[in-house]
């Protein structure tokens, strides 16, 4: 009994180096590497993809932007959760999206959903990507999600306020007016606020090794963020204020909708004008930050890999040197 004990324990210890030595060759270097030229060609792809879709099929866009956004943000929450950075998923942006997918599968004649998404699209979100500088980078799939998770939801919405052809299944209201773009959708925003909440600081508030996006903003106790979320209430509440920030900022954001909604002119003009702001910034990196952290961390990771391999080798000779030991002694005693 003891022998096959034994031999179990030297299957799995065999499996687990086995496992690890996987790893290693697909976090080395070159798979590195290799991953990101795939995730460049894929994002290059991407935007010349949804670019004709968007202009030649149109009415394509909303199963193709549902397809996308089901694949990135749970490609996103599995490489979060494991990081411990799964609690940026409550984040407002995702519910949003989560609001655009119900709309297109779920609620699609509902006049206070449109509103309530467009006003979110061409808000809060599309807005958020000079306030937080995302950027068109190419080469990693956690900087093209983000700035599918803020931009394309307005590319969804202007397909349909202005490029698919009515009767579809989709109900367009004509017109909007300023209070329905911003009273109603200030209603499922309110209990957004406060499902965030409810689980942030109440229900996982002993959970203080999750990183949420304000603690990440709050973390250095300084900088102009942090000056305004410490002045209305302390800043032992800082995080109170954050929440207010966010929601004078979602009203702000929400306002130029109206004038949205009504000109497709102007609609065109500032996507165009933010889609070339995060250009810009993927300009900026590629240029200032890329190519020094870029082969700085691949020589890092080398090292790192380097080290493993050392360990595992050492693992694995003694491992033999058990078995070979063990079998020795069971010929001896045979």
């Known amino acids: 009994m003891e022998g096959k004990l034994d031999t179990v324990s030297d299957a799995h210890e065999r499996l687990q180096l086995k496992k690890d030595q996987l790893l290693l060759r697909v976090s080395s270097a070159s798979a590195l590497h290799l991953r990101s030229k795939l995730t460049f060609i894929a994002g290059v792809s991407n935007a010349l993809f949804t670019a004709y879709l968007l202009g030649a099929f149109p009415a394509w ?41 119900l709309y297109l599968w779920y609620a699609p004649n509902s006049p206070a959903l449109f509103y309530t998404i467009f006003a979110f699209a061409n808000g809060p979100l599309l807005w958020s990507i000079p306030t937080w500088r995302n950027s068109m980078i ?11 998770i803020h931009l394309d939801p307005a590319l969804l919405l202007y397909a349909l306020r202005f490029k698919i052809a009515q009767p579809l299944r989709y109900t ?3 017109s909007a007016s300023l209070p329905a773009l911003l009273l109603v959708p200030f209603a499922p925003y309110l209990v957004w ?34 000056d305004l979320c410490a002045y209305p209430f302390g800043p ?19 306002l130029p ?36 952290r870029y082969h700085s961390n691949l020589a890092k990771q080398d090292a790192k890999i380097q080290h493993a391999e050392a360990v595992l080798k050492e693992k694995e000779a003694k491992l033999k040197d058990r078995i070979s030991s063990r079998n020795g002694k069971r010929q001896h005693a045979e």
């Not at 190419?138 to 599918?148: G, P, T, V, W």
Request: net charge positive; aromatic share 22%.
């Open 236 to 254: 032992a509440r800082a995080k109170y204020g954050f929440m207010l920030l966010q929601l004078v900022y979602t009203l702000l954001t929400m």
């Open 172 to 174: 367009v209201p004509e």
């Open 61 to 101: 866009f909303p199963i193709a932007y549902s397809v996308k956004a089901v694949l990135l943000i749970t490609l996103r929450f599995l490489y979060y959760y494991h990081h411990n950075y799964h609690y940026f998923l409550l984040d407002f942006c995702y519910s949003a999206n989560a609001l655009c997918l």
């Open 257 to 292: 909708t109206y004038f949205m909604y009504h000109s497709e002119l102007l609609y065109v003009v500032i996507v165009v004008c933010i889609t070339i702001w995060s250009t810009k910034n993927g300009a900026d990196y590629y240029m200032e930050i890329f190519a020094r």
């Open 193 to 226: 606020q406060l499902l965030y909440w409810a689980k942030v600081y109440w229900l996982s508030a002993h959970k203080t090794d999750r990183m949420t996006s304000a603690s990440f903003m709050l973390s250095e106790k300084k900088g102009f963020i942090y």
């Open 138 to 148: 190419f080469h990693e799939l956690d900087k093209i999600s983000s700035l599918f």
